[in-house]
């Protein structure tokens, strides 16, 4: 089981940046890859970011590449997700998200993730 609990979200103005932290209580499987999913409303979920915990590899949607950067503390079980050059088009509640089982589809299919936190809303303004 792991728990997730985002926090970081808030408002901004189109250009600022903002920290998302992801904080993962695990009782049993460490999860082997987390990620960042976003949604807007009216839209489908989509991959933001996802890292690997082996390898350290790490994947990006390509609407964040260059702006958003995903990390992983290990000792503290906390995934980050720097957001820098934040647009009005940014503007999502944004979802933490773990996989624990082997999946062997991409890096940004929520089918994949098992566990979800509860989402931390970002609103960047013009």
């Known amino acids: 089981q792991v728990q997730l609990v985002e926090s970081g979200g808030g408002s901004v103005q189109a250009g600022g940046s903002l920290r998302l932290s992801c904080a993962a209580s695990?009782?049993?499987?460490?999860?082997?890859?987390m990620g960042w999913f976003r949604q807007a409303p009216g839209k489908q979920r989509e991959g933001v970011a996802a890292?690997?915990?082996?390898?350290?590899?790490?994947y990006y949607g390509d609407s964040v590449k260059g702006r958003f950067t995903i990390s992983l503390d290990n000792a503290k079980n906390t995934l980050y997700l720097q957001m820098n050059s934040l647009k009005p088009e940014d503007t999502a509640m944004y979802y933490c998200?773990?996989?624990?089982?082997?999946?062997?589809?991409?890096?940004?299919?929520?089918?994949?993730?098992?566990?979800w936190g509860q989402g931390t809303q970002v609103t960047v303004s013009s």
């Open positions: 890292i690997y915990r082996s390898s350290g590899s790490t």
């Open positions: 998200a773990a996989k624990t089982d082997w999946y062997g589809g991409s890096w940004n299919e929520a089918a994949g993730f098992g566990y």
């Open positions: 695990v009782s049993t499987s460490s999860p082997y890859c």
